[in-house]
């Protein structure tokens, strides 16, 4: 016999209140990370120049550009996820803990915020 | 001490053992990697301030102790990914079993070092000049 409600059993969320998500969504990113990130560092190391104006150049490409989103995006959540993990290994009282998964879930939305507005900014021709 | 049984800590885990050093290796990666999510977006809004906001942020990025930072986040970052593959694998059932699990773990361990020296010398060969 199990002492779970049907609606539990339903939703599948168990103790944690919100089931497989947060490990299911900590494949997702990892998955589209590998080929972001690769890409992010063999272009990296192809471009002539660590300049500013070889920068703006490759920046200013639209592949280049969403693709910079995707990993700054991708990245970030990925990042969010685990730290949040590390936090809830270590971190104890759940006074202070709770605090830590705030600060760090802003940290992450800033970052991603930030990391986008860059983007988008020098994609656009926006940088000075 | 209490007499109840107690759950493993650190003084009862064998330190050396592959794999505890490998899980471990790769939280520690993952955390670095995290603050080079820090880098890379202080970096991009660098670039996006504009060509003198650059050359500010590029004098605290070619300070010396910086090199020390960068490889380090090439190490996290060939590390994770391989060790990462490792786990989307086992995520599907397979390689679970010891003897599996040894071998991947040599794998891991002997591909990221190769990804890491390609990646440094690319940098050190490649010679990145930031103007």
Partial sequence: ?128 | MPTRPLSPHLSVYRMYRYTLATSITNRFTAMALSLGLLLLVYWLMAIAGGARSYARAVQVLTLPLMKLVYAALIVAFSYHLVAGLRHLVWDTGRGLERAQSQRSAWVVVTVSIVLMLLIGWRVLCGGMHTS
């Fill in chain 1, 1 to 128: 016999m199990s002492l779970r409600s049907p609606l539990g059993r339903v939703l599948g969320a168990g103790a944690a209140g919100d089931g497989v998500r947060h490990w299911w969504q900590q494949r997702l990113t990892s998955v589209a990370l590998v080929p972001l990130t690769v890409w992010f560092v063999v272009s990296l190391l192809a471009l002539p120049s660590l300049g500013h104006a070889t920068l703006v150049a490759w920046m200013s490409q639209s592949s280049t550009a969403l693709l910079l989103i995707l990993l700054v995006l991708a990245a970030s959540w990925h990042s969010q996820l685990g730290v949040r993990v590390v936090i809830e290994d270590y971190v104890h009282g759940s006074g202070t803990r709770t605090l830590c998964l705030v600060l760090i879930g802003f940290a992450h939305v800033l970052l991603a915020a930030a990391g986008m507005f860059a983007i988008l900014r020098v994609a656009f021709g926006g940088a000075p």
